[in-house]
């Protein structure tokens, strides 16, 4: 029985940088944790341990701290440079990928900031003579305290969840989609395309999670052209009315349990057709 080698890459996971650009006293600040995956022909360093044909991980590493000095820019165009110097860089390396996260920022003064909930961006970038770019977010977390209802499923002898016509609607969205081209205005289609997401759930009446998903996935394909397809996934954050009655009391929708495990998970890919 041969053993052989199968898929590999190899990178610097999660480097942190942060960015502060200067003009006088107010300063803006970029906060990033950029991940680094390089693939080719590499089968020697597995098999004989010689490293000729390796770009360290420390390499990798010092160029993301580098390519940060002159400016980031939109993630994705950072991430573009990037995954195209490690493909040029050595014979052996050919293929790149990139992967960034950026944290939000909010400004209380000229230097002074704040960490925001709204929501990390995503870019992850993949070059092999060929640039595939995606956008992305995570941890947009969202809720709905009516207009969403869960009714019409099958009951069957393990169905206990009563019908809903009003409930709390919640989730913390997890979208990436993938853009058709390179050519793209990537902070106004992240900005479209993050605003059509929360213009969707906050304008859909829903009954389903599933019909909200797809109410956000189509609104993000309609204002943003340069997006293929988009990939969400939510959980369904589930708010309980808790029983009041033990204690005398009413709850008309005033008091939830929010549960945290297990939860629904639901997902899907929106897409044009071709
Ligand atoms: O929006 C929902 N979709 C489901 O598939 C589901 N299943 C469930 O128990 N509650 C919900 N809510």
Known sequence: MAIVLGENQYGKAENRLVRVERDGDEHWLVDLNVSTALAGDLADTHLTGANDKVLATDTQKNTVLAFARD?????????LRLAKHFVGQLPSIHRAQVEIEQYPWTRLGPHSFSRSGEG???????????????????????????????????RDEYT??????????????DARWLFSSTGVDWGKAYDTARASLLEAFTNTYSYSLQQTLYAMGTRVLETVPEIAEIRLSLPNKHHYLTDLSPFGLDNPGVVFHVGDRPYGLIEATVRREP
């Open 120 to 154: 990390t961006r995503l870019a992850k970038v993949t070059y092999d003579g060929e640039a595939t770019v995606e956008g992305g977010i995570k941890d947009l977390t969202v809720l709905n305290t009516t207009d969403s209802e869960f009714w019409g499923y099958p």
């Open 160 to 173: 206990t969840l009563p019908e809903t016509k009003d409930r709390i609607l919640a989730t913390a969205v």
């Open 71 to 79: 400016g980031i820019g939109q993630i994705e165009a950072y991430g």
